[in-house]
């Protein structure tokens, strides 16, 4: 399909202003500001689900990089500095070989804590309904700069009130909200810090202690082959660090598929493999952590998580022992190498995985960009002590790679269980799983996909089916304290006694 067919055809797109410098904020523009690793406008465009986008503003230096990374086309407001009507009625005009159908976005430059399924939400009401669906803050403010029109109602209300000279210079967002009737118009609450823009330094601030890390799930599939594997790896490392992701997420046994000769496979390649994933996280510039076997007393193995983060110079302050921090901020991530070895071993449905395996007894966490990440593997998701513990140390998330195994109800227990834990914890919970091969029967756990992102009150954001993908989430650390305020879980419990 040629570009021109894909704009005519396209059912969703995105006007994003980004106009410049803003006088509250010092003479900044406010949408270049950088947050937990990627500008504001950047964080804006990668979760803007649209087949096009319409940057309303200045190129600036990043503007030719910004486009192609993101598919986008800046164009400048005319007049320069005219106001947000004018700047969105430049922005329709670069629309006006539309389909009249097409759903539209406006979002504002500065809000770089939205959420890809949000948008996703408010798109989708806005189509089905034919309505104007906008986000709501969570003080009850209308946010007018993150809303879903239909183009041809955006068209009419534009219209309607332009200037009698022509244009909307000068002219208020507000006047277009308030040629809406009481019917035309959906809201959809905000939770955490996705309603925020940043209009005043005190709102930066707020914005970038709100703002955690972006998370890669990578859901592959494993082959026993190692060198196929660890050529999947690099494809999926680099998949996630092109998408900006600060951290990536491979699922448990990646080394090798369980099935295999486990103590083997450690003692010939889990130095190989864990000198890949460092190699991998500093030549990317990340966190890249994986499932592994490293050997364990007798013929045993460990299930060891190995987390490994770039290299940093002499005196960084990196930690190297298995409950090092990841430090990070803006200016890059730092370094660590940590390891997880599984808890509580996969002694169920016929299968005994201590026959090979040899149990942890140590939780892990990590610290990155201001959050704090717990550390699980796969049948630790039935064990909510381990989760509600990892919050207790301030876990704003747990990442759970997986080999889960197939068979009837299975699918509907992991839903059931990463959304149970994520309750019990109020903590996201990121589940990464194997993607099982075509054809794949047995007893040996070989994954299912499902993939997901949970959120802190258990519901599922985002979710894979069964095939090879990829799932990026920007975590909110202002939603995840609202959870905790809201469900105070972690401080009601009690110790019971033991009979």
Not at 230 to 239: K, L, S, Y
Not at 350 to 356: N, P
Not at 427 to 453: E, F, K, M, N, Y
């Amino acid at each position: 399909m040629s570009s021109s067919e894909h704009e005519r055809t396209a059912t969703t797109a995105a006007i994003i202003l980004a106009g410049g410098a803003a006088s509250r904020m010092g003479g900044q523009d406010k949408t270049r500001l950088p947050i937990a690793g990627a500008t504001a406008l950047e964080r804006v465009l990668r979760v803007a689900p649209a087949d096009r986008r319409i940057v309303v503003g200045p190129g600036g230096t990043d503007g030719d990089a910004l486009a192609a990374r993101h598919d986008a086309r800046f164009v400048l407001e005319d007049p320069p500095r005219s106001g947000p009507l004018a700047a969105l009625g430049r922005g329709i005009a670069a629309l006006e070989d539309a389909d009249p159908s097409t759903t539209v976005l406006v979002l504002g430059g500065d809000m770089p804590m939205l959420r890809r399924e949000t948008l996703t939400a408010l798109a989708a009401t806005s189509r089905a309904g034919q309505k104007v669906t906008a986000l709501t803050a969570e003080d009850g403010r209308l946010q007018f700069l993150c809303a879903a029109w239909p183009l041809a109602r955006l068209r009419r209300a534009l219209a309607d009130v332009e200037n009698p000279g022509g244009g909307w210079a000068d002219l208020s967002l507000r006047r277009l909200y308030a040629r809406l009737e009481d019917d035309e118009l959906v809201s959809h609450r905000a939770s955490g810090a996705e309603g925020a823009d940043i209009d005043t330094p005190d709102a930066l601030e707020q914005v970038r202690r709100a703002a955690g890390p972006r998370i890669a799930l990578a859901q592959i599939e494993v082959s026993e082959d190692y060198g196929t594997t660890a050529g999947i790896v690099r494809r999926a490392v680099a998949d996630a660090a092109a998408a900006g992701a600060r951290l990536v997420l491979l699922p448990e046994a990646t080394l090798t598929p369980f099935g295999t000769d486990l103590r083997a496979a450690a003692e010939a390649h889990h130095e190989e493999f864990a000198q890949l994933i460092q190699e991998l996280a500093t030549d990317h510039g990340l966190v890249v952590v994986a499932g592994s076997f490293t050997p364990a007393d007798g013929a045993r193995v460990h299930n060891t998580l190995i987390a490994r983060g770039p290299r940093s110079s002499p005196g960084s302050g990196a930690q190297s022992d298995p409950g090092s921090r990841v430090e990070g901020g803006d200016g890059g991530v730092g370094s660590v190498c940590a390891e997880y070895r599984k808890i509580h071993l996969f002694d169920a449905y016929g299968v005994r995985e201590s026959d090979t395996v040899a149990p942890g007894d140590q939780l892990i966490t990590l610290d990155l960009d201001g959050a704090r990440l717990g550390l699980a593997t796969c049948y630790d998701v039935r064990f909510p002590e381990q989760f509600a513990a990892l919050a207790r140390r301030g876990a704003h998330a747990v990442l759970l790679p997986m080999a889960w195994g197939d068979g009837p109800t299975k699918s509907e227990q992991l839903r059931l269980l990463v959304g149970a834990r994520a309750l019990d914890s109020t903590a996201v919970v990121l589940a990464a799983d194997q993607a099982p091969p075509p054809g794949h029967c047995g007893r040996t756990p070989r994954g299912i996909g499902q993939s997901a992102v949970v959120g802190p009150l258990g519901e599922i954001r985002q979710e894979l089916g069964r095939e090879p993908g990829m799932l990026l989430v920007d975590l909110d650390l202002a939603e995840i304290e609202s959870a905790r305020e809201a469900l105070p879980v972690l401080t009601h419990a009690v110790e019971l006694p033991r009979p």
